[in-house]
């Protein structure tokens, strides 16, 4: 989300899903819309069907682009190439939106200037699209107005996936797609609730809300508020001073820390790092050096396994709770069944942690308590409550309770300290990883539709699991010609930091020289052989673009 | 987009309604509580006029498909009349010609639209039953996990067919020609399965019969309003709950968000909820096997070192798959209590 913070002042999707209607011309790139997000991905192909340009542009021939006007293919890892040409074209072609750049955005000068790198020869070569398709999707998407731009994981797992989303954000302001209904910036977010977990200060540099620990009114502030602890104590506890001032650890340094020592025990709710994250390998390796691990979960998951105590959760109709939604919709979540066994809800299971530590402020008998707190503290929030959201949600920003929430966002200014937008110039990098003799494929990760995550649910569901049973490495008749491999056949697939065994799929959706796995199968573990080089930024690792060397097995 | 539509005021059997303009009058009867009976038409759907079952007199004008014309004002419509009873009963008899009855085995038959005109109509189940003496014999396609399919009560109202099209956008089913006259199947006539169906199931839902029907016993007994867990989407659900287990899920079209659609996850993946493998007790590790303990013993230990690992020996990884509420809970918990700012969740896009 950094890069969109950079460029508008804040980072979610800007729009609401149901403003695909209005689209003149939806623009999907980097997003494998039908299988990640399918409810989405059947409104993006309605809105077609009616007549809306659909422009898609993806490394693999994904299943939109069978319904898109106009599909492009750039190589993996070349997106900020691609859009860079784009702004270039629209500029040279004098299709930008002229009063919205004077009145919206800061001027574009440097950014301009750094178009140059990106003549009509370079941005071919460098994306393998020829000229005039670029051209035909840029102008498209300049002229056929209002028009949408929705990416996803395709542009953020990047070593660079911060310029990607800024080269993004970069071509909606130059044509004015954004700050309108139907139009704007919209990044897909992956699980049910990870925009919630942002929203919420799951992140090492946020408190609720994004606001930096790194300041100290803010600080003062979260000292103020939790010091005095919702119902415990007296009442009138004095403030928590010891709130800390450095920036914490993402996710995978989290992972470095504690495979160098210096992280001694780790709390993990609902997650299961050892198929999800790059380079499992060596998140393996930091679990076994762990003094403490606690998980919490439904299940016993890879991860589990190297647990010292392993706490049972409650699903997702056992309690109640919210969710936010990639629009930020914040929805209510109810139970329906009681938990099984003796399992918990996680918040009961955190507040009991923290009682049984004696500590204030977790004593909560109902989670529309916990809701009343994040609004005190959370402005965006500040007008959410349970009894509002009863039927349809709320999309924050909701200030106060009688906001009525904000279906797109930078209507009138955008969030940056002088209320504009930044157009912000870019250059090219290569992916951390490129083809090579020894490595000659890119691989890159993709989901299936019927497969969430880790699969540790879904694939406990008989249905789920027979339509959809095993990993496949997809790959292209011409690379399967050149390395001498049979659609179906067992294959091993090596990279610099493993090799998976699974199953061949020789089919046309990849170009050559790219193939293609899904993370959902521990038989499979594709992310034991993915690339955690990471994006300085967002720090979110490289998984879609890995060097690798496919075999046939014996 | 949308400006005020406007209202029309019309006459249906001589009670005055009024209606928005550019509505069937089919809609505006069914909204004011008048039944007309029909078959092909869907709300969600453009009308096509196909089973004819929704003829009305209009301004004298006998027979006109109500689901195809638009309300106009002053109009006057007769929704029975001796000459349309038979038009319709006709038209009744001829779908139902084709149509295997077997209602006491069949899924849809407390929601069945057949019956429900055939009840109209004054058509007797039993003489339903004499109409249509065999089945076509056509094989039932059982190949979809969650769905099948038995052409021999396809009464080819073709709602399916514009479902996967007009909604779904994926334009899977079509009509086809099996020998015995029309009916239903996949492009180039493949089972489900081998199919380019996506098993949303969004067709299913829509047949007014039992042709398409889910495979799961859907009798819930009560249902819960809440969001489906799996992607970012947040599609609205109802869960079906039988008991203690969750049986059904549909789709909640007061939500903005998905208007009553579902993928193939989030109305088909509610089952690993009743999973054998769920965990139900703690577990503490002792001597590298997991035994199961109580609550209280677990909650100690894990207190008892979190306090001695405060500051940045310790993290937490929260998870994108909880709630609001209790990713709040675990990052107040990290910093509050133990004092650091190690606290992420797993998908940082
Ligand atoms: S289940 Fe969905 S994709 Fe399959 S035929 Fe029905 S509507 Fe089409
Ligand atoms: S399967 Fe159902 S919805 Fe489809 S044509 Fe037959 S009766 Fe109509
Ligand atoms: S029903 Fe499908 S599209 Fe909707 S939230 Fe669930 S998984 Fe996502
Ligand atoms: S409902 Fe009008 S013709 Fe079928």
């Known amino acids: 989300m950094a890069g969109l913070v950079t460029s508008f002042g804040s980072g979610a999707m800007t729009n609401s899903i149901q403003e695909i209607d209005g689209a003149k011309t939806l623009f999907v790139i980097g997003a494998n819309t039908t299988s990640a997000h399918p409810v989405i991905g059947q409104r993006m192909r309605r809105a077609a069907r009616n007549g809306a340009n659909l422009l898609v542009a993806n490394a693999k021939e994904i299943e939109l682009a069978w319904v898109a006007d106009h599909f492009i293919q750039p190589k993996p890892g070349s997106d900020v190439v691609l859009l860079m040409g784009m702004c270039r074209y629209i500029l040279e072609a004098d299709l930008h939106d002229k009063q919205f750049l004077a009145e919206r955005c800061e001027d574009i000068g440097e950014f301009r200037e750094s178009l140059e790198a990106f003549?009509?020869?370079?941005?071919?070569?460098?994306?393998?699209?020829?000229?005039?398709?670029?051209?035909?999707?840029?102008?498209?998407?300049?002229?056929?107005?209002?028009?949408?731009?929705?990416?996803?994981?395709?542009?953020?797992?990047?070593?660079?996936?911060?310029?990607?989303?800024?080269?993004?954000?970069?071509?909606?302001?130059?044509?004015?797609?954004?700050?309108?209904?139907?139009?704007?910036?919209?990044?897909?977010?992956?699980?049910?609730?990870?925009?919630?977990?942002?929203?919420?200060?799951?992140?090492?540099?946020?408190?609720?809300?994004?606001?930096q620990v790194t300041n100290p009114a803010v600080r003062e502030k979260f000292e103020q508020a939790w010091g005095i602890g919702a119902k415990s104590g007296n009442g009138s506890r004095p403030p928590v001073s010891n709130l800390s001032d450095k920036l914490g650890l993402t996710h995978t340094e989290i992972f470095d820390k504690i495979y160098e020592g210096q992280i001694k025990s780790l709390y993990l709710v609902g997650e299961?790092?050892?198929?999800?994250?790059?380079?499992?390998?060596?998140?393996?390796?930091?679990?076994?050096?762990?003094?403490?691990?606690?998980?919490?979960?439904?299940?016993?998951?890879?991860?589990?396994?190297?647990?010292?105590?392993?706490?049972?959760?409650?699903?997702?109709?056992?309690?109640?709770?919210?969710?936010?939604n990639t629009e930020r919709r914040v929805q209510r979540v109810r139970p329906a069944i009681p938990p099984r066994g003796e399992s918990r809800a996680d918040w009961q299971i955190t507040s009991q942690i923290a009682r049984k530590m004696g500590e204030p402020g977790f004593d909560f008998d109902d989670p529309s308590e916990i809701m009343a707190e994040i609004a005190s503290v959370t402005p965006s929030y500040g007008g959410i409550s349970y009894e509002r959201i009863e039927k349809v949600g709320l999309q924050w920003p909701c200030l106060d309770e009688n906001h009525p929430g904000t279906p797109y966002l930078h209507k009138d200014k955008f969030a940056r300290p002088n209320g504009k937008a930044q157009l912000v110039p870019l250059t090219y990098k290569k992916s951390a990883e490129i083809a090579d003799d020894e490595y000659p494929l890119i691989l890159t990760t993709d989901?299936?539709?019927?497969?969430?995550?880790?699969?540790?649910?879904?694939?406990?569901?008989?249905?789920?699991?027979?339509?959809?049973?095993?990993?496949?490495?997809?790959?292209?008749?011409?690379?399967?010609?050149?390395?001498?491999?049979?659609?179906g056949e067992w294959v091993e697939v090596h990279s610099r930091r493993g090799v998976v065994k699974v199953h061949a799929q020789v089919t046309d959706i990849c170009p050559p020289g790219v193939c293609s796995m899904t993370f959902h199968f521990r038989e499979s573990p594709t992310n034991e052989i993915t690339n955690p080089a990471l994006d300085p930024i967002a720090k979110i690792p490289e998984t879609k673009v890995t060097a690798v060397r496919v075999e046939k097995i014996g | 987009m949308s400006q005020e539509a406007k209202s029309i005021r019309?006459?249906?059997?001589?009670?005055?309604?009024?209606?928005?303009?550019?509505?069937?009058?089919?809609?505006?009867?069914?909204?004011?509580?008048?039944?007309?009976?029909?078959?092909?038409?869907?709300?969600?759907?453009k009308p096509v006029g196909a089973c004819r079952l929704c003829g009305v007199e209009i301004d004298g004008r006998p027979m006109t498909t109500s689901c195809t014309t638009a309300v106009q004002e002053g109009m006057d419509v007769k929704t029975d009349s001796e000459k349309i009873h038979h038009a319709r009963k006709t038209a009744m008899e001829l779908l139902i010609?084709?149509?295997?009855?077997?209602?006491?085995?069949?899924?849809?038959?407390?929601?069945?639209?057949?019956?429900?005109?055939?009840?109209?109509?004054?058509?007797?189940?039993?003489?339903?039953?004499?109409?249509?003496?065999?089945?076509?014999?056509?094989?039932?396609?059982?190949?979809?996990?969650?769905?099948?399919?038995?052409?021999?009560?396809?009464?080819?109202?073709?709602?399916?067919?514009?479902?996967?099209?007009?909604?779904?956008?994926?334009?899977?089913?079509?009509?086809?020609?099996?020998?015995?006259?029309?009916?239903?199947?996949?492009?180039?006539?493949?089972?489900?399965?081998?199919?380019?169906?996506?098993?949303?199931?969004?067709?299913?839902?829509?047949?007014?019969?039992?042709?398409?029907?889910?495979?799961?016993?859907?009798?819930?007994?009560r249902e819960v309003k809440t969001t489906c867990v799996y992607c970012g989407v947040g599609c609205g659900i109802y869960l079906g709950v039988a008991g203690d287990k969750i049986v059904d899920v549909r789709g909640d079209r007061e939500r903005p968000t998905n208007e009553g659609s579902l993928c193939v996850k989030g109305r088909y993946g509610f089952n690993f909820v009743n999973h054998s493998d769920r965990l139900t007790k703690p577990l503490i590790k002792?001597?590298?096997?997991?035994?199961?303990?109580?609550?209280?013993?677990?909650?100690?230990?894990?207190?008892?070192?979190?306090?001695?690992?405060?500051?940045?020996e310790f993290a937490a990884l929260a998870s994108a798959k909880c709630t609001n509420e209790e990713n709040y809970l675990i990052q107040k918990f990290t910093r509050a209590v133990m004092q650091t700012n190690n606290v992420d969740h797993c998908a940082r896009l």
């Open chain 2, 97 to 221: 010609s084709d149509h295997h009855m077997d209602c006491l085995a069949c899924a849809a038959a407390n929601d069945c639209a057949l019956l429900t005109d055939s009840a109209y109509l004054g058509i007797e189940p039993d003489h339903l039953v004499r109409l249509r003496p065999s089945s076509k014999g056509l094989p039932i396609d059982t190949s979809n996990p969650f769905f099948q399919f038995d052409p021999n009560k396809c009464v080819i109202c073709g709602i399916c067919v514009r479902t996967c099209d007009e909604i779904v956008g994926r334009g899977t089913l079509e009509f086809i020609d099996r020998g015995f006259g029309t009916t239903i199947g996949t492009f180039g006539n493949k089972s489900f399965m081998e199919s380019t169906c996506e098993s949303c199931g969004e067709c299913v839902v829509r047949c007014p019969v039992g042709a398409l029907a889910p495979k799961r016993p859907k009798f819930a007994a």
């Open chain 1, 272 to 324: 299961n790092p050892l198929l999800t994250e790059a380079n499992a390998n060596h998140v393996r390796q930091a679990l076994e050096k762990l003094d403490f691990c606690v998980v919490q979960d439904l299940f016993i998951s890879e991860t589990a396994q190297y647990a010292d105590v392993i706490l049972p959760a409650a699903s997702f109709a056992e309690k109640a709770g919210t969710f936010t």
């Open chain 1, 119 to 211: 003549t009509p020869e370079f941005v071919t070569e460098t994306t393998g699209v020829p000229w005039d398709r670029i051209c035909t999707v840029a102008r498209i998407y300049a002229t056929e107005k209002p028009a949408a731009l929705f990416y996803a994981m395709g542009i953020t797992q990047h070593s660079h996936g911060t310029d990607g989303v800024m080269a993004v954000a970069n071509l909606a302001l130059l044509t004015g797609n954004i700050g309108k209904p139907s139009s704007g910036v919209n990044p897909l977010r992956g699980q049910n609730n990870v925009q919630g977990a942002c929203d919420m200060g799951a992140l090492p540099n946020y408190y609720p809300g994004y606001q």
């Open chain 1, 447 to 487: 989901r299936s539709l019927y497969h969430y995550h880790s699969a540790t649910m879904t694939r406990r569901v008989e249905g789920l699991e027979k339509l959809d049973s095993n990993e496949w490495l997809k790959l292209s008749p011409a690379d399967a010609a050149r390395f001498g491999i049979e659609d």
């Open chain 2, 10 to 45: 019309l006459t249906i059997d001589g009670q005055e309604i009024t209606a928005e303009e550019g509505s069937s009058v089919l809609d505006a009867a069914l909204a004011n509580d008048i039944y007309i009976p029909h078959l092909c038409h869907h709300p969600d759907l």
């Open chain 2, 286 to 312: 002792k001597n590298g096997e997991f035994v199961e303990s109580e609550w209280d013993e677990a909650l100690e230990l894990v207190a008892s070192k979190f306090a001695d690992t405060k500051g940045d």
